[in-house]
RNA sequence: GCCGGCAUGGCGCAACUGGUAGCGCAUCCGACUUGUAAUCGGAAGGUUAGGGGUUCAAGUCCCCUUGCCGGCUCCA
């Protein structure tokens, strides 16, 4: 047993015995958190389970547990703290009504009503302003109160006020304001004069006073957002900051964004010459330039051998089609609103004007699947065709919302490397399985190593077909699929489209990003709208059942994941440039030219730079322009029948024999492996 | 779609409160011929995204359109 506080001699005791991480401790007084855990770094505690500020006084038999402010529980309370400190720093400095302002990864927000938007300039102000709250060390103070109570010190906050009357209604959990216990609001204290100078209603816990966000915070934006998220409700200005344990975790944090951007595959895009989005085609719509057309074919050739190797077949189909086909399929009923507009054609008028021929409108396709469907419609099918799996690079239009168009991952045009299954039911988990499997080895032969696999199955509501029983049916195969891969496994209820629940992979990239990637898809709804059969081995007419599936999601928009993965540094089967030949003088040129061509008959895309710059300029482009393998000669190498290799990374080895050195960069490509 | 910001030679940027558009890189020409990240000199290149307006005068102020950026909402 652990005496924390030592009485005065001979004073009468009031112990309290409570549990600090399992150790039984007696204290006396009245005794806080403080009291227990007097260290810095422990910001806040959980009693008996639930988190708690280091203020509450504790009961008799409390167990307790420390939150340190470096664990993920304990950043989250610092972050929302420092959300705090931000909206009493706008307050102090504009007219603003209070939003909500939660804890979010990496930081947080806060949204306010007002009327003038924020600039980035009022960003610096509130900044220079939180600093001063936070040294003026105001105490985090947590007061319990009746919902009249809260009501009253609430009243110049109608956001708050909404936030009161819909605790009445129905309240989601996971909400930082109220919840359906008891109401709390927290009140930020000058430890001088004892004047509450700011207060809001929250949940908590909080950090015990502002000092403790120090130096490690910072304000990064500022934009606008839906009050509740509801885009028919009126539109707050957000405030993102970002909040860490101490200023070099920040710093760290910062560099972070800044590798991030650095790897923005829109600017290594422009850089590296590889696609670009003239305006003059219109938003969402890129174009792929040599060295990212290139790129592309060497990721599409690899892909369409491995579909040939895994029993897949090749189709074709058009990028319009009549509205008939949209509607069987049902596309226009549900996704109308991300369909281009149609055209109308081959309407014929009299000169009267009066219709004498009844036009028709066309669609640019959204989605290939109602065409290989008509393949396999093309004729009766028996069940020894099955399972049929029909694959194609097919372009596809949507008409993305204007304001959510980003780079390649986000586009109105793309190529989805697509396939649709049909399989019989008894087939149907050997060939999940299967495809899982295909799309795993794929994505790692990219380059993704790291993946997780999420779940998403429907959660109650009408806007699904299919019976119930087909359904649990179809997600529980899923699931045992995905479960035998060993790979970790998240739920997502309510997640699948209404036609099927899906499987996709999410792939973590170089710096820890998740993507999602590729989606296996059940279908229900689509082989009964075209009313798909096959014949069985029984002689009668069965239902197959579909299986979509994208495995990069998009051409597209995978490009762009690998263009931030590799930060550009691709390696040397997908580099666009393989190796460059640098000669130290002009005399080496011919005796490189040689060894290029040696190297392009193997395959390799080599050129020599013949230009007049210096060689330590044509070094500095080249690698600018990451190529994989820059290739020196000068009189030594030439006389040696060597070559000297550069990497991207400055690392060099000299004097590599001729049939060596091309023999190393034939090897790195055909094993697809980074140099 | 919503809120806010931005748009200047191929690229990256400059031009104070309105007063005749500059720089670096890239490009082209010339000189130099060099062992691992920028040789020197010269030339050419812009109706300041497009359209309209205010003004003696607009890159700069106002309106519309297009595109981009940061979020929100959405993502079959």
């Not at 304001?177 to 204290?189: A, H, K, P, R």
């Not at 299954?421 to 087939?427: E, G, S, Y």
């Not at 649990?472 to 489209?497: I, M, N, Q, Y």
């Not at 290029?596 to 322009?625: C, F, P, W, Y």
Request: proline fraction near 5%.
């Amino acid at each position: 047993m652990i005496q924390l506080s030592h009485p005065l001699p001979g004073a009468r005791l009031r112990l309290v015995r409570v549990s600090v991480e399992g150790k039984s401790v007696e204290l006396d007084g009245h005794p806080t958190g403080f009291d227990v855990f007097p260290d810095r770094e422990i910001i806040a505690m959980h009693v008996n389970g639930t988190p708690a500020d280091l203020a509450r006084a504790l009961q008799e038999d409390d167990e307790l547990e420390p939150i340190n402010i470096s664990s993920p529980e304990g950043l989250q309370i610092l972050r929302h703290s420092v959300a705090h400190i931000t909206a009493q720093a706008v307050q102090d400095i504009f007219e603003a009504k209070l939003g909500i302002g939660p804890p979010i990864e990496d930081g947080f927000y806060y949204d306010f009503m007002i009327d003038t938007p924020l600039t980035e300039e009022d960003l610096r102000k509130i900044q220079k302003r939180m600093k001063e709250i936070v040294k003026a060390n105001q105490r985090f103070t947590r007061v319990v109160v009746d919902e009249s109570t809260a009501r009253w010190q609430m009243k110049n906050e109608p956001l708050k006020l909404e936030l009161l009357d819909k605790r009445n209604e129905s309240l989601d959990e996971g909400n930082v304001e109220v919840d359906s216990g008891e109401l709390t609001i927290y009140q930020n204290i000058d430890p001088r004069t004892g004047e509450i100078k700011w207060q809001d209603l929250c949940r908590g816990p909080h950090v015990p006073n502002t000092r403790i966000a120090d130096k490690g915070f910072a304000l990064t934006r500022v934009s606008a957002a839906y009050w509740l998220g509801n885009q028919n409700n009126q539109s707050l200005q957000r405030v993102y900051g970002t909040a860490w344990p101490d200023a070099e975790s920040l710093a760290e944090y910062q560099q972070r964004i800044e590798e991030a951007q650095r790897r923005d595959h829109r600017r290594l895009g422009q850089e590296l010459d590889l696609f670009s989005f003239p305006s003059e085609i219109g938003s969402g719509l890129p174009v792929f330039h040599p060295k990212g057309g290139i790129m592309r074919q060497v990721m599409e050739d690899y892909s369409r051998k491995k579909h040939l190797e895994a029993g897949y077949e090749f189709v074709y189909s058009p990028h319009i089609t009549k509205q008939n086909l949209f509607e069987t399929s049902g596309h226009l009923q549900w996704y109308a609103d991300g369909m281009f507009p149609p055209m109308h054609v081959d309407a014929e008028y009299d000169e009267n004007g009066d219709l004498k021929r009844q036009g028709q409108d066309y669609y640019l396709k959204p989605m290939n699947c109602p065409f290989h469907i008509l393949i396999y419609k093309s004729r009766s099918r028996s069940y020894r065709e099955l399972p049929l799996r029909m694959f194609e690079f097919g372009s596809v239009y949507r008409y993305e919302k204007s304001g959510v168009i980003h780079g390649l991952t986000r586009v109105r045009g793309m190529t989805q490397d697509d396939a649709h299954l049909f399989v019989t039911q008894d087939d149907l988990e050997v060939e999940i399985e299967k495809v899982l499997r295909f799309v795993l080895d794929l994505l790692r032969d990219y380059g993704l190593e790291d993946f997780y696999l999420e779940l998403s199955t429907k959660d109650g509501g009408e806007k699904f077909v299919g019976d119930d029983q087909a359904w649990e049916l179809a997600t529980a195969t899923l699931k045992r699929v995905a479960e035998s891969t060993g790979l970790e496994l998240v739920p997502d209820p309510g997640g699948a489209a209404f036609y099927g629940p899906k499987i996709s992979v999410q792939a973590r990239d170089a710096i820890g990003r998740t993507w999602q990637m590729s989606t296996i898809q059940l279908d229900f709804n689509l082989p009964e709208r075209f009313e798909l059969e096959y014949v069985g081995s029984d002689g009668e007419k069965h239902r197959p059942i579909m299986l979509h599936r994208a495995l990069f999601g998009s051409i597209e928009r995978f490009f762009g994941v690998l263009t931030e993965h590799y930060a550009g540094h691709f390696p040397p089967w997908l580099a666009p440039v393989q190796v460059v030949c640098v000669p130290i003088t002009e005399d080496q040129q011919p005796y490189l030219e040689q060894f290029a061509n040696s190297l392009r008959s193997a395959g390799v895309r080599v050129e020599v730079d013949s230009t007049d710059e210096r060689m330590q300029k044509k070094i500095r482009n080249h690698t600018l322009a990451k190529v994989p393998f820059i290739v020196i000669a000068g009189e030594k190498d030439a006389e040696a029948n060597a070559v000297s290799f550069r990497f991207r990374d400055g690392t060099q080895r000299n004097g590599i024999e001729l049939n060596m050195a091309a023999q190393e960069i034939v090897d790195a490509i055909e094993s697809r492996k980074q140099v």
